[in-house]
T-cell receptor, first 112, second 112 residues
Framework: ELKVEQNPLFLSMQEGKNYTIYCNYS?????LYWYRQDPGKSLESLFV?????AVKQEGRLMASLDTKARLSTLHITAAVHDLSATYFC????????????FGQGTRLTINP | DVKVTQSSRYLVKRTGEKVFLECVQD?????MFWYRQDPGLGLRLIYF???????EKGDIPEGYSVSREKKERFSLILESASTNQTSMYLC???????????FGSGTRLTVV
């Protein structure tokens, strides 16, 4: 059974600091996604990582994928309050049909 | 942009009622999914469909059924709602390998 594990699950940080969220998964996959969720809202797509070594950046967020290590990271640079949200990674697998398996989510709180 | 529309943002239903949650996508995608999201349990796959009239059980199909009569519409059915089905329900459409998955705005269902 595929497992997707994120850590940390909760992260409280100060504005201006850097931090990294880790996403490990237990089976072979070349496709990994990062989503953001604000309280009471749906999932907003942040990054689509489609191959080993893929790196994508948008503003203060940067995501990378190492398929050999089965690890993706989401790095936050010089955090600002607006980045407070829950972040999910999800792995795309073929189990009968194509489907997404999610990590538990990381609740990020950025304090002024 | 792909649009995935869930017909209701909030629903309150009584125990034992039959409940229909509707999801419509506007891009002729083949793959559609229903997830439920609960605090501490993350997102769990209920059912998915990879074509009209085709469906597959996800990880937690008990108490649910689905219907896909037309490609754009994927309905989740609670045959006899119970209080443990109180949850946030999210529909997704697979946008393709490059763009990933697009989620609807979610339906928060309360069963009383």
């Amino acid at each position: 059974e595929l497992k997707v594990e994120q850590n940390p699950l909760f992260l409280s940080m100060q504005e201006g600091k850097n931090y990294t969220i880790y996403c490990n998964y237990s089976t072979t996959s070349d496709r990994l996604y990062w989503y953001r969720q604000d309280p009471g809202k749906s999932l907003e797509s942040l990054f689509v990582l489609l191959s080993n070594g893929a790196v994508k950046q948008e503003g203060r967020l940067m995501a990378s994928l190492d398929t050999k290590a089965r690890l993706s990271t989401l790095h936050i640079t010089a955090a600002v309050h607006d980045l407070s949200a829950t972040y999910f990674c999800a792995v795309d697998v073929l189990q009968g049909a194509q489907k997404l398996v999610f990590g538990q989510g990381t609740r990020l709180t950025i304090n002024p | 942009d792909v649009k995935v529309t869930q017909s209701s943002r909030y629903l309150v239903k009584r125990t034992g009622e039959k409940v229909f949650l509707e999801c419509v996508q506007d891009m002729d995608h083949e793959n559609m999914f229903w997830y439920r999201q609960d605090p501490g349990l993350g997102l769990r796959l209920i059912y998915f469909s990879y074509d009209v009239k085709m469906k597959e059980k996800g990880d937690i199909p008990e108490g649910y059924s689905v219907s896909r009569e037309k490609k754009e519409r994927f309905s989740l059915i609670l045959e006899s709602a119970s209080t443990n089905q109180t949850s946030m329900y999210l529909c997704a459409s697979q946008t393709g390998l490059v763009y990933g998955y697009t989620f609807g705005s979610g339906t928060r269902l309360t069963v009383v």
